[in-house]
């Protein structure tokens, strides 16, 4: 028996980009919601497409978007990831988003506004989605302290939507 029949969870993963609409005949295609560090797509880097692998053999911009072409067929909306654990550590005092989701955000005073469901790209900044509907900017004006090892978010009071209606 292989250790994959043991039971083992499947390794976790990280949300690169979307495959988007098709780009010319050979099977490229519009990465949406491309990741920020487009070295992710760089020809002869393999990423997971619904779990998956698969490797770039092309690459390009068109009209300012990114375009891809894989070693094999994708289906438009297929996920395109990478493995937690191929990622390198991010630098002392920063975070992946990723590593966001599930804290909870705390006001300074300890009032819970709710749990971080996603981070949303901003024009400006991204913005912490909580599931309580509020809508948070990830700047240092809002957001205090993000403390991945004890769990949890702090913002600066002022910032929630209940603030802004008692205001």
């Known amino acids: ?23 010319g005949l050979d099977g490229s295609f519009v990465v949406e919601r491309a990741s920020e560090d487009e070295t992710r797509f760089e020809v002869g880097a393999q990423v997971l497409v619904d779990g998956r692998a698969a490797r770039v053999v092309a690459r390009k911009r068109s009209g300012g978007r990114l375009v891809i072409r894989l070693d094999r067929a994708v289906g ?16 002392p005092g920063f975070f992946y988003a990723f590593e966001l989701v599930g804290l909870p955000v705390l006001e300074r005073g300890e009032r819970l506004l709710g749990r971080v ?48 209606q008692e205001g």
């Open 76 to 91: 438009r909306g297929a996920a395109l990831e990478l493995r937690r654990s191929d990622l390198p550590p991010p630098e």
């Open 1 to 23: 028996m292989s250790s994959s029949d043991a039971g083992e969870a499947p390794e976790a993963t990280v949300s690169i980009g979307r495959v988007g609409r098709p780009h």
């Open 117 to 164: 469901v996603g981070v949303e790209p901003g024009p400006a900044n991204d913005v912490l989605e909580l599931d309580s509907g509020e809508l948070l900017p990830l700047v240092e004006a809002c957001v205090s302290e993000v403390d991945l090892a004890g769990g949890r978010i702090v913002v600066e009071p002022g910032f929630g939507a209940r603030d802004a």
